[in-house]
Structures are given as C-alpha cells and as structure tokens.
C-alpha cells in the first residue's frame, strides 16, 4: 500500500518495513524476557538474519508503485 501511495518513495518503504521486523526482534532480543521459541542461529545473529526481509519488502512495495503508476496512466 505504501507503494501505490508513494510510487517515487517505494524504495524507502521496503527498507523500512524490511528492517523494522529485524529491528523490533533484535530489540525483543536485547531487551525482552526469554523467548518462547528459540532461533536458529539463536540471539541477536538470529534476529539479524531477519534483515533478509528487506528483498521481498521491497518487491512488494515496487509492485504497489508499479500498480500506481499503471492506473494513473490508464487515467
């Protein structure tokens, strides 16, 4: 959606959506009480490898800009 809403941005909207996840666990990791599940590889390298999130954010967004841009040329 933040794609479609801003199809020049797109990129800054995968990355951020990507990252957060990582972001948000690797703080729940530092900070948080004990997991209920344990990653593989376990800790913060664990929630680090969540960065690879980044790749099918950022399609997604290219898609929402990608849907933008064929609407408001069909206008």
């Known amino acids: 959606m933040l ?3 801003a199809p020049r941005r ?3 909207a995968g ?3 990507g990252a957060g996840i990582a972001a948000a666990n690797i703080v729940y990791r530092t900070l948080g009480p004990a997991p209920a599940h344990e990653m593989r ?3 913060v390298a664990g ?3 969540l ?3 980044i790749v099918p954010a950022l399609a997604a967004a290219y898609l929402g800009a990608g849907a933008a841009r064929l609407t408001r040329r069909s206008r």
């Open 15 to 17: 990355i951020v959506l």
């Open 51 to 53: 960065l690879v999130l």
């Open 10 to 12: 797109a990129w800054v």
């Open 47 to 49: 929630a680090a490898t």
């Open 3 to 5: 794609g479609f809403a």
């Open 41 to 43: 590889p376990a800790g």
